[in-house]
């Protein structure tokens, strides 16, 4: 029997307006959500459409931005790092603890060159991150177990340095980047764009991205057809320590001071960003675009439940039933995609 033959043999494959939502719906969500939550705010709220705010959520999405680069590459591979908040605390700690402090900050720290801090504090998240790498890949430490652990290492060294006290300077460069505008940009826009930017390039264009999805996608067939997935997991792990890192520094900055549990809320926003937007919790689908999408859902939402004067504790309340929403849509589209292509395949 000829090939053509063959494919003629086949049922129809079950394509369309029904297939398209089954396989997008992932994707399609996140989309309509940002879409209804800003046209309720902007009736909600007349100061809410405004230029300077646009701005305002840009700046206050930043640092959750940086953070969610690295958790992206990292659920991509169908693992998890529950360490980005407390290796962003750490890294933002620890360059303020090698910064010279006011006579008044009661911290025995060591002041060096401001390059010698920042350099040291990029040390030590990628340091964080290589072992949190080797726990996972060569200990065979499961990353949620191993990412468990590296939160508490990671609040022990902040714990360890500022010892309950609040520090203040951070060299020149992390004040500028963190801080402060250029021609009414704020750097710190400008460094979560750029990181995005570059995150979605590593991921569409490289080897290496596409091999994150073919060790998310399928990590079996990843190993046969000659992928190094330990390696793969690894660099995931040790891209979002440094993510995180250098969101603690700019963080310490932005916020204008450096202390124990600043960035605790972070992971859960850097968690929800991720998965609000789209990409799978099953690791394979999803990316940089995704994440975006999260992030304006998530900014919109904060900043305009602050416009609405809305209670702080149904806030909290509000944001949760929205992540809860995102997981169970995250669950189900997976499973209409894969009823979908498995009928196509029939």
């Not at 590296?150 to 006290?165: P, Y």
């Not at 995150?199 to 569409?204: I, M």
């Not at 399928?218 to 040790?238: D, K, P, Q, T």
């Not at 609405?308 to 995609?337: C, M, Q, T």
Request: with cysteine; charged share 10%; aromatic share 8%.
């Amino acid at each position: 029997m000829s090939s053509t033959e063959t494919t003629l043999d086949r049922p129809s494959a079950p394509r369309g307006l029904g297939f398209f939502l089954k396989n997008q719906l992932r994707n399609i969500a996140p989309f309509l959500t940002l879409l209804a939550l800003v046209v309720f705010f902007s009736f909600a709220s007349p100061s809410f459409a405004t230029v300077g705010n646009v701005w305002n959520i840009l700046q206050q999405i930043s640092v959750t931005a940086i953070i969610a680069v690295g958790l992206t590459f990292v659920i991509l591979t169908a693992e998890i790092d529950l360490s980005v908040a407390a290796v962003a605390n750490a890294t933002g700690i620890v360059v303020a603890f090698f910064t010279l402090q006011d006579a008044s900050v009661n911290i025995a720290n060591l002041p060096l060159p401001g390059p010698a801090a920042v350099l040291l504090a990029l040390m030590t998240c990628g340091a964080l991150g290589l072992v949190t790498a080797v726990g996972v890949t060569r200990i065979g430490i499961p990353s949620f177990i191993m990412t468990l652990a590296m939160m508490q290492i990671a609040a022990g060294v902040c714990a360890l340095l500022v010892r309950g006290q609040i520090a203040y300077s951070v060299p020149d460069i992390i004040v500028t980047l963190g801080s402060r505008s250029i021609g009414g940009v704020p750097w710190i826009v400008i460094v979560a764009a750029t990181t995005l930017l570059v995150a979605h390039l590593v991921l569409t264009y490289t080897r290496f991205g596409r091999y994150v999805y073919m060790v998310g996608g399928n990590r079996e067939a990843a190993e046969y057809s000659g992928v190094n997935v330990r390696l793969i997991i690894g660099a995931v792990m040790v891209i979002s320590a440094m993510c995180s890192g250098l969101a603690g520094m700019l963080g310490v900055a932005y916020f204008g001071s450096a202390q124990q549990n600043e960035f605790d809320s972070y992971l859960l926003d850097a968690i929800a960003a991720v998965v609000v937007g789209g990409t799978s919790l099953f690791g394979g689908r999803g990316g940089i675009g995704n994440t975006i999408v999260g992030l304006f859902v998530l900014g919109v939402l904060n900043n305009g439940l602050d416009h609405v004067n809305i209670d702080s504790f149904l806030k909290i309340l509000i944001r949760g039933l929205i992540l809860l929403a995102a997981l169970v849509i995250n669950v189900y589209a997976e499973r209409l995609r894969t009823a979908a292509h498995g009928a196509r395949a029939g």
